[in-house]
Every structure is written in structure tokens, then in C-alpha cells.
């Protein structure tokens, strides 16, 4: 596959990136990544995707945008309330790039569904809301060893990780289980600061176009966190842990399985 | 004793147990943290037998989820 002229001028910035180049825009123009959320944190990761040129971008979400969704969820506008947010999503992401392809998956991740789902792709942006689905797509990840960022935002806070399954330290390392259920904060008390999921989510986009180009260093074994009251950036080193249900020496969770949903039921939870 | 708590030098009474740091250190909900010792994840059933040292690095690591709730 060799660019055309108009795609030598509509990533021209990328192209006169010596790391990046010709061979590197062709690469992520060939590169599949999955977005398992089109919320917060897949608006942003979903619109710089589409922009780079990231050749086949997948989708994942059963809901529809909701107006509380608007404060964060970038992607989707104000005429999109009421619309799947896959088709909402897909929509801007052609309007951006019509180069790229988008699979929209019109579902909730589950034990039974997933690994179907993710195969087909190079990297997976974890953009979910709920613990089920992220120690889901952990464990998922692990065992299609397909490489992944994991990411999460709490009012003025956020934090993400890269892991590649079986060499560096995954979601299970750190938290072993879900949470309890008392121990979660129901949805009156917790917010969030809509731009912090756009900060987290571009950098999480930013280690997918790494991974796919093979570009510095990965945040492998560092959870980088963010307080943006502080304005402060700081990556915690965090081995990969022995005792690791999923990916430690003597492994408990031998098979894909759904963790119970923790707190309020998501029926009620605009997230 | 001096700890390193999320990158904080920290002067604490010497003899405290994780858990009773958690408390000291008005960690609202304990059971939404992982602690990190040491660049070892500590199990949470050790959190109470575990008395920490003068120098120790602790990190607390905190759930989050991803929309406007960490549900
Ligand atoms: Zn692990």
C-alpha cells in the first residue's frame, strides 16, 4: 500500500516526523484498534485515532448519549442525544477521516462475547466505566495477549497503565478483585471534571500510536497518575506481582469469567 | 519515622500497622486501595500485621473508574 497525494498532504505533520515517515503513516493506516467504551475516555482517544489515520478503529458501547453524557463525552454533541453512541461516535470519526474504517459493536463487553471481539485488533483502549469490564478486558487481554491501556477517572483525578499481557504488570497486579460493593461511592457522590477525560484518554490514544509504532518507551510497569488540582503528573513503578490471580505464578483465574457489578445498577447510572 | 507516601516524605509515630497509616492518613475508603511496599503489592490480609519502617515508600493506589462514577 502506498499513500496517495491527498494522504501524503492530510498527514503531512505526521510524515515529516522522522520516527513516524511514510512507512509509519502506511503502518497505522494497516493498524486495528478496539475502544471498548464511547464515553469520556473513548471520545477523545476515538476522535486523535480517526485524525492520525489509524487504519480500522472498533467500537464497543450499548448505550445511548444521554445529556449528561455532553460535559465530557466529546465525541458526541448536543443533536446526539438520544442516538446509539456507536453511531454517534462512528459519525464523527468519519466526518474527521473518511480514510479509516470504523466496526461499531452495539454491546456490553462479556465473558462470553469479548475474546471474539478483541482478536480481530492490535490494541485495546480500555474506556469503560464499570470494574466488571475493566478486570474483563484485563483478563481477556491476557489470554489473547493482545496488548492494552488501561485508564480511570475520578473527580479531579486520573490515572493509566499499559500492559502487555504475560510481561508486564497488568490491572490484576495492582487490584486483585473488584472492590466491595460498600466500599464504591454511589453515583450522587462521585463526579468528575470533564477535561480530565481529555487528558487521560489522549494519552491513552498516544501509547496506542506507539505500541503500533513501535515508537519510545511504553508506560509498561509505571501507573502514571494525575491530580489536576495539583497539577501534578506522577509514575508509580509497579512490578508485576508474584501472587497475581491472572498473571502470577500460581494463577487462580484459569478462564474468562464476569465479576459481579458492584454498586448502583447501571440502569440508573448515566455514566 | 520518615515514610514516602505517594512520593510525600512523611513523619509518622514509628510502630503503626498499614492499616492504622490508612486511618491516620484519612484514607476515606480503604477497601477502594491497593498499597504498594516497597515496589511489592501488599496482600490486603497483611495490611493489619504489617508494622512499617523507618524509610518505607508507600504508595496508595486507588480504583477508579472511567465516566463521571466509579461504578
Ligand atoms: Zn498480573
Redesign the pocket.
Given at each position: 500500500m502506498s499513500l496517495t497525494e491527498k494522504q501524503i498532504e492530510r498527514y503531512s505533520r505526521h510524515i515529516i516526523l522522522e520516527q513516524v515517515g511514510g512507512k509509519g503513516q502506511e503502518k497505522l493506516l494497516r493498524s486495528k484498534v478496539l475502544i471498548i467504551g464511547a464515553g469520556g475516555l473513548g471520545a477523545p482517544a476515538g476522535l486523535y485515532l480517526a485524525a492520525a489515520g489509524v487504519g480500522t478503529i472498533g467500537i464497543v458501547d450499548c448505550d445511548k448519549v444521554d445529556l449528561t453524557n455532553l460535559q465530557r463525552q466529546i465525541i458526541h454533541h448536543t443533536s446526539d442525544v438520544g442516538v446509539e453512541k456507536i453511531k454517534s461516535a462512528e459519525n464523527k470519526m468519519r466526518a474527521i477521516n473518511p480514510d479509516i474504517t470504523v466496526q461499531t459493536y452495539q454491546t456490553r463487553v462479556d465473558a462470553k462475547n469479548i475474546s471474539d471481539i478483541i482478536r480481530k485488533y492490535d490494541f485495546v483502549i480500555d474506556g469503560t466505566d464499570n470494574f466488571p469490564a475493566k478486570f474483563l478486558i484485563?483478563d481477556a487481554c491476557?489470554f489473547e495477549k493482545i496488548p492494552f491501556s488501561h485508564a480511570g477517572i475520578l473527580r479531579f483525578h486520573g490515572q493509566l497503565i499499559t500492559?502487555l499481557p504475560g510481561e508486564t504488570?497488568?490491572?490484576?497486579?495492582?487490584f486483585s478483585a473488584p472492590p466491595p460493593a460498600n466500599a464504591v461511592p454511589s453515583c450522587s457522590q462521585a463526579g468528575v471534571l470533564g477535561v480530565l477525560a481529555g487528558v487521560i484518554g489522549s494519552l491513552q490514544a498516544t501509547e496506542a500510536i506507539k505500541y503500533l509504532l513501535g515508537l519510545g518507551k511504553l508506560l509498561t510497569g509505571t501507573l502514571l497518575t494525575y491530580d489536576a488540582l495539583e497539577m501534578n503528573f506522577r509514575a508509580v513503578k509497579l512490578n508485576?506481582?508474584p501472587n497475581?490471580?491472572?498473571?502470577?505464578g500460581k494463577p487462580k483465574i484459569t478462564e474468562l469469567k464476569d465479576e459481579e457489578q458492584v454498586v448502583c445498577d447501571l440502569k440508573n447510572c448515566k455514566c | 519515622m520518615n515514610l514516602v507516601i505517594n512520593g510525600k516524605e512523611t513523619n509518622i509515630t514509628a510502630g503503626l500497622t498499614v492499616n492504622q497509616l490508612l486511618a491516620q492518613e484519612n484514607v476515606q475508603m480503604p477497601d477502594m486501595v491497593s498499597v504498594e511496599l516497597n515496589g511489592q503489592i501488599l496482600k490486603r490480609t497483611k495490611f493489619d500485621q504489617t508494622i512499617l519502617k523507618d524509610d518505607d515508600k508507600v504508595e496508595f493506589l486507588y480504583f477508579m473508574g472511567g465516566g463521571s462514577v466509579s461504578n
Open positions: 484485563n491476557y500492559v504488570t497488568c490491572y490484576r497486579c495492582i508485576r506481582n497475581c490471580p491472572l498473571c502470577g | -
